[in-house]
């Protein structure tokens, strides 16, 4: 974005800077919406304020919603971990691997990814049916959809507790409805942490 386009938006930058602020400052969730006519720049405002949060050591997660059943959280997952469409297979799933170790401390990486594999098709194939914990919920009928809400929102937490998170979706207009309410879920719960929705 131009400074000739920033200069109208200062008071939108204003408003996103200081909720960043008090998410930081209060380490509490904070929620701001972005709201106007298709065509204003508020694609480009959030890309240009992103990319200060992150400047300003914000972890940042980016998606744009599409409709698609958890499409905007599993966009979510992939702007974190670096995956892309393109990527071969075997890249991804290292990468997945990786921030996934780095998150959790390297506790239970192949169980946190079947979880996270509700949300997100490259992280399902990580799970192994050998493990102990996918065994045991195959055999008690437990909700595997609820198990991965925590378990997504364990990992938002504990990202969250090494730097602030920043989930910036783009669209919300076109998100699907689990996807907004897991978020709405996952967000209102995250008392004690910097996540900014």
Request: net charge neutral; with cysteine.
């Given at each position: 974005?131009?400074?000739?386009?920033?200069?109208?938006?200062?008071?939108?930058?204003?408003?996103?800077?200081?909720?960043?602020?008090?998410?930081?400052?209060?380490?509490?969730?904070?929620?701001?919406?972005?709201?106007?006519?298709?065509?204003?720049?508020?694609?480009?405002?959030?890309?240009?304020?992103?990319?200060?949060a992150e400047e300003a050591g914000a972890r940042i997660?980016?998606?744009?919603?599409?409709?698609?059943?958890?499409?905007?959280?599993?966009?979510?997952?992939?702007?974190?971990?670096?995956?892309?469409?393109?990527?071969?297979?075997?890249?991804?799933?290292?990468?997945?691997?990786?921030?996934?170790?780095?998150?959790?401390?390297?506790?239970?990486?192949?169980?946190?990814?079947?979880?996270?594999?509700?949300?997100?098709?490259?992280?399902?194939?990580?799970?192994?049916?050998?493990?102990?914990?996918?065994?045991?919920?195959?055999?008690?009928?437990?909700?595997?959809?609820?198990?991965?809400?925590?378990?997504?929102?364990?990992?938002?937490?504990?990202?969250?507790?090494?730097?602030?998170?920043?989930?910036?979706?783009?669209?919300?207009?076109?998100?699907?409805?689990?996807?907004?309410?897991?978020?709405?879920?996952?967000?209102?719960?995250?008392?004690?942490?910097?996540?900014?929705?």
């Amino acid at each position: 974005m131009s400074q000739e386009q920033l200069l109208g938006r200062l008071p939108e930058l204003k408003v996103l800077d200081r909720a960043f602020d008090r998410a930081v400052q209060y380490r509490a969730p904070q929620t701001v919406t972005i709201l106007g006519e298709r065509g204003l720049g508020k694609s480009l405002l959030l890309r240009h304020w992103t990319r200060r949060a992150e400047e300003a050591g914000a972890r940042i997660y980016r998606a744009q919603a599409s409709g698609e059943p958890w499409g905007l959280v599993a966009g979510l997952l992939r702007s974190r971990m670096g995956l892309s469409s393109a990527m071969d297979r075997s890249v991804a799933m290292d990468r997945l691997r990786a921030v996934v170790g780095e998150v959790f401390a390297d506790r239970r990486i192949a169980d946190v990814s079947h979880f996270l594999g509700h949300f997100l098709p490259e992280a399902e194939a990580m799970a192994a049916p050998e493990l102990p914990l996918v065994q045991a919920i195959r055999e008690w009928p437990v909700d595997g959809e609820t198990i991965a809400r925590r378990v997504l929102g364990r990992f938002l937490r504990l990202d969250a507790e090494r730097a602030p998170v920043l989930l910036a979706c783009d669209d919300l207009d076109r998100a699907d409805a689990k996807s907004l309410a897991l978020l709405d879920e996952v967000v209102s719960g995250m008392a004690g942490v910097p996540i900014l929705l």
